[in-house]
């Protein structure tokens, strides 16, 4: 995996930032009223967690990015200890 450079004042150039950023907009800061500080971060964590624990995401075949990340940790474990036995 490698860092692909986005090219100032172009976010259309990275599709899936604009995506969350989107979601997160009208999803949390246009819905809710903060009363300070303290309030937002209680309410940001709780949105984190929901997105990527409670969520299940059409990009990732319907799983939580927790699950899809578990799946992938799995499956990179397996190929690991495939090599091993091969050697």
């Known amino acids: 995996m490698e860092t692909l450079y986005i ?3 172009a976010p259309w150039e990275d599709g899936y930032g604009e995506s969350f950023n ?5 999803e949390l800061l246009e819905r809710e009223e903060f009363g300070g500080v303290p309030p937002a971060r ?14 299940p995401h059409s990009s990732l ?7 899809f ?3 992938c940790l799995q499956a990179e ?3 690991e200890n495939n090599m091993k036995t091969r050697v």
């Open 42 to 55: 209680v309410l940001g964590r709780e949105y984190k967690r929901e997105y990527n624990e409670v969520r």
């Open 22 to 26: 989107s979601k997160v907009r009208d």
């Open 7 to 9: 090219e100032p004042g």
């Open 69 to 71: 990340g578990a799946m």
């Open 77 to 79: 474990a397996a190929k």
């Open 61 to 67: 075949g319907y799983r939580t990015p927790a699950e």
